[in-house]
């Protein structure tokens, strides 16, 4: 009998192109304190949370919550680019699949219908 493997060996696995992606985030988020200026006991004031926490979003720990994110985020006005994330109308792949989708001809309101226009 052949052994498979479970694709999330654990509740708290990620895929290490997500670590990768974490980690960015995290590194952008210090480029950007370091350009404003900021210090990290300003940006934690502002977050409501505590240094070791910013570290670890720093770091890019997946487990910090995105609540955290989204209040560093927000203490230096970058909050709006995570409106991009997930967004519908930037899902051109989700797109194109709901439009293979549909029927080739809707009926219009107000339209005659054809099966009552034959008799």
């Known amino acids: 009998m052949l052994e498979t493997t479970k694709p999330y060996p654990h509740k708290g696995y990620i895929s290490e192109r997500s670590a990768e992606l974490i980690k960015g985030i ?7 304190r370091i350009r404003r200026r900021l210090k990290i ?12 926490t910013y570290q670890r979003l720093r770091q890019g720990e997946a ?9 560093v985020l927000s203490a230096m ?8 994330i997930a967004s519908p109308e930037l899902d051109q792949v989700g797109i194109t699949m ?3 989708r549909e029927p080739e001809r809707i009926r219009i309101e107000g339209e005659p219908d054809v ?3 034959d008799w």
Do not use: F, K, P, Y
Request: hydrophobic share 45%.
């Open 63 to 71: 487990g910090v919550s995105l609540g955290v994110l989204m209040n």
């Open 26 to 32: 995290g590194t952008g988020i210090e480029i950007a």
């Open 77 to 84: 006005d970058l909050e709006e680019g995570m409106a991009s």
């Open 41 to 52: 006991s300003t940006i934690c004031s502002r977050a409501g949370i505590t240094r070791q």
């Open 98 to 100: 709901s439009l293979a």
């Open 115 to 117: 099966l009552e226009a």
